[in-house]
């Protein structure tokens, strides 16, 4: 066929699509390389045809089905290969890493196939609904909503160590530290201590431990089945988070002698 006069736009677009030809062949076994060659010449005079009539953002739509205009009977077979080729690719290169601590945060990282990214997105999106008076951004919504959906996943609640004066019993939690030697505020420890294990262990004058309690938890079986049943979702006015993202806290801080019974947890 003669070729016409077309722009530098449309030419890039048409080489880049010729070039894919090979590619979107790869995989089928049952094409062999006069037939790839074929197919890829008949790709060429198909863009310089429609470079005639079409722009270059119109060529592009194009060259995305080139397979549909130059053989048909093998694009559906030619896109399902293609499609698991870089599904398994993607797959390979999942990864997540938490950074260290810094200044207070953990930097979070990581790339997802397709199929685990829409399942974090469906699990995601029900917690992110706007509430009367959040003012937090869209970003500090995502990362709540994350470590919602991992709270309930524990097997066991968090571990708190409370280490206790001898002389005098200290009355309030104060800085805390993880396993791993990270110091956290007491706002944190008071928050966590809420529905945790707590393990009181006494300390005498040189740090030695002199007792260490049994653990307890706060509120799990039963007694959270029921305030599921009772509140049907977090208690908070204007909050409507189901059941199962709902954490049971005490009305009356347990701290301050609240009672770990159906009348003071809510479920929140």
Known sequence: MSYGCFDLNQAAVIAKTVDSVPEKLADLDDVGPAETSQLTQKALDTMIEMA????????????????????PHLAERAEAAALARLERRAHQRRGFAMSRPSDGLVRLSGRLDLEAAATVQAALDPLRKPTPGDDRTPEQVRADALVDICRPTLREPSQVVVTVAFDPLAQALGVGETDTGQRLSPEIVRRVACDALILPV???????????????????????????????????????????????????????????????????
């Open 202 to 268: 006494m300390l005498g004058g040189s740090s030695q431990v002199l007792d260490m309690g049994r653990t307890r938890r706060l509120v799990t079986g039963a007694l959270r089945r029921a305030l599921h049943v009772r509140d049907r979702g977090c208690a908070f006015p204007d909050c409507d988070r189901p059941p199962r993202w709902c954490d049971a806290h005490h009305v009356l801080p347990w701290t301050k002698g609240g009672t770990t019974s159906l009348d003071n947890p809510r479920s929140h």
């Open 52 to 71: 005639t009539r079409l722009p270059a953002y119109q060529l592009v739509e194009v060259g995305h089905r080139i397979l549909t205009h130059v053989a």
